[in-house]
């Protein structure tokens, strides 16, 4: 009997060990620079500025602090300025490719999937250095934010490795030789630095994305507000073409004439509206080619009052 105890004893002491101690080690030694002008278009790509700027309390660019409200509790945007104290000033490049394409900080603690590392996985590195050298050129600022607000059991991070061997697939963007130049562009785009899938896919009890049901909306989406389907179902896309598609990408502007209103606004102003008309046509020739698929009769109906307006 003293050998079972003992045995658990020492089981439940390595558990602990393996979800307390960040046991990652340091970041990958990357001896490669990017290109900032280049890095300014992939931090458009990757839709940083609407996040990591707090525009509605006048927050200084790619200073953190804004609020997102989920069913876990509210989370805060870092600083992603080169501020030292405050910011990612003292992150070495392996650290910041670490950090973006494998959700783990410097120190070695899993960052929570608010954070949509899950889809920046697929990022290739070159991206990754050009958006590096591109935030080391950013004005630093000073803006300490405060820690999550988050409900109790979810602020323990450690439980955040369980989360990940369940549900955190990495690995990079692989593309398909049997498809166009163009579709392959927009799917790197759209299920890597574009995050769509992040927003516009329901998730499940423990926040992981349903993805039987990519991209077909959710009533609950950001700060709990509906998100439209945007496969090519009658309930999404499907009645649209893809020059319909790219225009309202450019412009916000619906092909009955409406707007893009709600966290999408943001989206066409701080990144789609910045891209390369061939990367919205890309984007635009990849959702039209996805499964269509239904979405929830509510869903579609609160979506897309919601982002109509």
Known sequence: MRWVIAFALVVLAALAAWLLVPWRGAPPEIAA?????????????????????????????????????????TFLTPNITPDPETGIGGWSTGAFVRAVRDGVAPGGHPYFPAFPYTSYTRMTEQDLLDLKAHLDTVEPAANP????????????????????????????????PAQSEAWNRGAYIVTGPGHCGECHTPRNALGARRHERFLAGTSDGPDGKPVPNITPHEDGIGGWSRSDIAFALQTGILPDGDVLGGAMSE?????????????????????????????APEEAEEAGEAEEG
């Open 33 to 73: 620079s990017g290109d900032a002008a280049r890095g300014e278009y992939v931090l458009r790509l990757g839709g940083c500025v609407s996040c990591h700027t707090d525009e509605q309390n006048d927050g200084a660019f790619l200073a953190g602090g804004r609020a997102l409200a989920t069913p876990f509790g």
């Open 267 to 295: 989206v066409i102003d701080d990144a789609t509206s910045h891209l390369t008309a061939d990367d919205r046509n890309a984007i635009a020739e990849y959702l039209l080619s996805l499964p269509p698929l239904p979405g």
């Open 145 to 176: 934010v405060p820690e999550h607000a988050l409900d109790f059991p979810f602020g323990f991070r450690p439980l955040l490795d369980g989360w990940r061997l369940l549900f955190f697939e990495d690995g990079a963007f692989e593309p398909d």
